[in-house]
């Protein structure tokens, strides 16, 4: 079936540092790519996404590409700040009518000044 | 973006009582929603996919008659947990989407709700 796999958190960096949560997936076709945030308190959002081989998605300064070879969507950020401090979640959701999205296991980013 | 209130945000309720949750969307209609429930630390594991006025699909190992989930209309769902317990415990989310396939929309989400049984 249709899985994700993301980097174990949590991950502390200092403000300005480069940011980068490895995300993989497990998929039959074509699936869609996303990566939602969740901020303390708060609902997921969505952040970026990518719907195709090679799409980038980017957003805030996040940016992720869809790698089909490696089967993977990384997410990266150049210089990242204290606001950025959220639990971040990559997901896919396949090109079936109806589907849900399917979540990786989130991972805690703690950014400190 | 398109907005989901999800209602209540929190609740405590006796163990053996029920509780409903809310799940609206509120400028579009929403041709498909889901429940998911989220544990500490853990990802969101997809209870239930419903799609207005037909019955929902259940994952596999959730309980439907534990788990009542109603889509009556293209803007509300609920989902309730009858007689609950303890280990019903945990953050539940709604999420709604117009459509379906690549030419749907983006899946939106509520707020979460907590439930504690005590």
């Known amino acids: 079936g249709n899985s994700v796999t993301q980097m174990e958190g949590p991950v502390t960096l200092s403000e300005e540092a480069f940011l980068t949560i490895n995300c993989t997936y497990t998929?039959?076709?074509?699936?869609?790519l996303f990566w939602y945030v969740q901020y303390p308190g708060e609902g997921l959002q969505l952040l970026l996404k990518?719907?195709?081989?090679?799409d980038k998605g980017s957003n805030k300064g996040f940016e992720a590409t869809y790698r089909k070879e490696t089967t993977s969507f990384h997410l990266e950020k150049g210089s990242v700040q204290v606001s950025d401090s959220a639990v971040y979640f990559c997901?896919?959701?396949?090109?079936?009518?109806?589907?849900?999205?399917?979540f990786g296991k989130g991972t805690t980013l703690s950014v400190s000044s | 973006g398109a907005v989901v209130s999800q209602h209540p945000s929190r609740v405590i309720c006796k163990s053996g009582t029920s509780v409903k949750i809310e799940c609206r969307s509120l400028?579009?209609?929403?041709?498909?929603m889901f429940w998911y429930r989220q544990f500490p630390k853990q990802s969101l594991m997809l209870m239930a996919t419903?799609?207005?006025?037909?019955?929902?699909?259940?994952e596999q190992g959730v309980e439907k008659d534990k788990f009542l989930i109603n889509h009556a209309s293209l803007t509300l769902s609920t989902l309730t947990v009858t007689s609950a317990h303890p280990e019903d415990s945990s953050f539940y989310i709604c999420?709604?989407?117009?459509?379906?396939?690549?030419?749907?929309?983006?899946?939106?989400f509520g707020q979460g709700t907590r439930l504690t049984v005590v």
């Open positions: 400028d579009f209609q929403a041709t498909t």
């Open positions: 999420s709604a989407r117009q459509g379906a396939g690549r030419g749907g929309t983006e899946a939106f």
């Open positions: 419903s799609n207005e006025g037909s019955k929902a699909t259940y």
């Open positions: 990518a719907t195709k081989a090679d």
């Open positions: 997901a896919l959701r396949s090109n079936q009518a109806g589907t849900a999205l399917i």
């Open positions: 998929a039959t076709g074509y699936p869609s």
